[in-house]
């Protein structure tokens, strides 16, 4: 059973999304966890323009790189392939799946799943200004994946299960949805094993969207109880103290 305080936390996280919808759809880059380190400069600033290459996002509707909330790139180590069905989780301005969408080919399909209808509703607008029709974008919560058991080989997220209340339903919901062998290729937050309780809690007051981070131990231990193997969660650059963004990897055992 869901608590208030669970319920206030979903909501704080919609509405920041809510708004950076809004904003890309008014030509400003979308702003993270209310942070200077993004700065609303009708389209000349972002997150995407941190942390995709200029070559990467050519082509795509500007208001999709103005959306990006990631804190990496996940389609760089997702190792995709033609053909696969590839779900992202909190899929925003739909960056991350038209980026698939050109890897998996026309054979292949990618989801797009988002709480926030601001965001399924840019995203939307996005693919069809791209021309791209290999995907679909789905209106939801990542801790209940709307999609049945076994159905997508390549599960991708960009900074967004560090946002999510109940991580195991996350894990445990990834592991449904891939067929056995399938691999995930996540971007996210996360914090060093041992952090102690009032320096997690100056790592929020710093960067909000560190709120909810796992350490490296039990992020690796909760992928691990899901059923994967191969975990491997690697540190790239440090988002305030204690706090990394890092890449995740893994695959559903056989």
């Known amino acids: 059973m869901k608590t208030s305080d669970e319920e206030a936390r979903r909501e704080a996280t919609r509405r920041v999304y809510a708004e950076a919808a809004r904003d890309a759809s008014e030509g400003r880059a979308a702003c993270d966890c209310g942070t200077e380190r993004c700065v609303h400069v009708d389209g000349s600033s972002g997150w995407a323009k941190t942390v995709y290459s200029k070559d990467v996002v050519e082509g ?8 990006s909330l990631g ?5 760089a180590v997702a190792d995709l392939h033609e053909g696969d069905t590839v779900l992202d989780l909190g899929s925003g301005g739909g960056i991350d799946v038209l980026l698939s969408a050109r890897r ?10 988002d709480m926030t209808e601001e965001m399924v509703a840019l ?15 789905l209106k939801g919560n990542i801790e209940d994946i709307p999609l049945p058991s076994a159905s997508v080989d ?18 445990a919901g990834m592991a449904r949805v891939l ?28 960067v909000g969207c560190t709120a909810g981070a796992l ?6 231990a909760g992928l ?7 975990v491997s969660v690697e540190f790239t650059y440090e988002a305030t103290k204690g706090m990394h963004g890092a890449i995740i990897k893994a695959r559903k055992s056989l």
């Open 215 to 220: 350490e490296k131990g039990e992020y690796v």
């Open 179 to 206: 067929r056995a062998g399938g691999r995930i290729g996540v971007s996210d937050i996360v914090a060093e094993d041992g952090l102690r309780a009032d320096e997690r809690a100056k790592a929020a007051a710093d």
């Open 154 to 171: 390549v599960v991708i997220s960009n900074c967004v299960i560090n946002l999510a209340v109940d991580k195991s339903a996350v894990f």
């Open 71 to 75: 804190c990496g790139n996940p389609i």
């Open 123 to 137: 995203a939307e607008r996005n693919a069809a200004e791209a021309g791209v029709r290999n995907v679909q974008f």
């Open 104 to 113: 998996v080919g026309e054979t292949g399909h990618v989801y797009g799943l």
């Open 224 to 230: 691990e109880a899901a059923g994967f193997s191969e």
């Open 60 to 67: 795509l509707p500007e208001t999709a790189v103005l959306a």
